[in-house]
Structures are given as structure tokens and as C-alpha cells.
């Protein structure tokens, strides 16, 4: 079975930091692409990050360019995301999801395991 949970979230101030962590079980992280994607209140589910250890790529939306960081740990099938600095607008349900891969994918189109989504709400 393929399980990905999503811990981490919580209530931050502006200017904040929170790591997600993702856990990975089922499937190996060495043939899977990793990605985060988010869904604020009345909008759509977007990408925002990806991580393919196959070939090491790893693509950011511009919106958490230069704030957000994705890392993995193989021996521990986990993925993180490092958010810092957070602002009102990264508010949203954090999800991560993997599908079979040799690079990133950035759609939601392309996912096929999904976890159960961890939130994350920013305040002034």
C-alpha cells in the first residue's frame, strides 16, 4: 500500500518558519517524483515544489522561489519542505503526492498518490 502523510503544519506568524515533512511508504523515493502542492480557501490546488532524486532536479513555482526549500532523506523515505519566511498568502492545505518518475512533474494531473494534506496558516 501506498501511504504519504503530511505532518507540520500549523499556525505561524508572518515572517515565520515551518518545515513539512512528508512520509513515504510503499513506493522508494529512487524511482518517485516528490511534489508539494497547496490549496488556499476558494482556490484551486496548485504545485509549488518538486523533488526527483532519480535525477536530482527540482523545480519551484516562482510564488516560493527563494523562501521555500524541498529536501529529502532517502534511508528515512521522507521529504521536507522548509518554508521561510512565510506570508498571509502561504496560507492553504499543504498536500505532498508522488507518482513514478525520472524528473519532476508539476501538475496535479501527473500524480497518482496523494496524502492526506497538513495546514498551514500564516497570520499578521
Known amino acids: 500500500e501506498v501511504q504519504l502523510v503530511e505532518s507540520g503544519g500549523g499556525l505561524v506568524q508572518a515572517g515565520g518558519s515551518l518545515r513539512l515533512s512528508c512520509a513515504v511508504s510503499?513506493?522508494?523515493?529512487?524511482?518517485?517524483?516528490i511534489g508539494w502542492f497547496r490549496q488556499a480557501p476558494g482556490k484551486v490546488r496548485e504545485g509549488i515544489s518538486c523533488?526527483?532524486?532519480?535525477?536530482?532536479?527540482?523545480w519551484y513555482d516562482d510564488s516560493v522561489k527563494g523562501r521555500f526549500t524541498i529536501s529529502s532523506d532517502s534511508a528515512k523515505n521522507m521529504v521536507y519542505l522548509e518554508m521561510k519566511p512565510l506570508k498571509l498568502e502561504d496560507t492553504a492545505v499543504y498536500y505532498c503526492?508522488?507518482?513514478?518518475?525520472?524528473?519532476?512533474?508539476?501538475?496535479?494531473?501527473?500524480?497518482?498518490?496523494w496524502g492526506q494534506g497538513t495546514q498551514v496558516t500564516v497570520s499578521s
Open positions: 523533488f526527483s532524486s532519480y535525477d536530482g532536479a527540482i
Open positions: 510503499g513506493i522508494s523515493l529512487d524511482d518517485h517524483a
Open positions: 503526492a508522488a507518482v513514478i518518475a525520472t524528473t519532476t512533474k508539476k501538475f496535479e494531473q501527473e500524480y497518482d498518490y
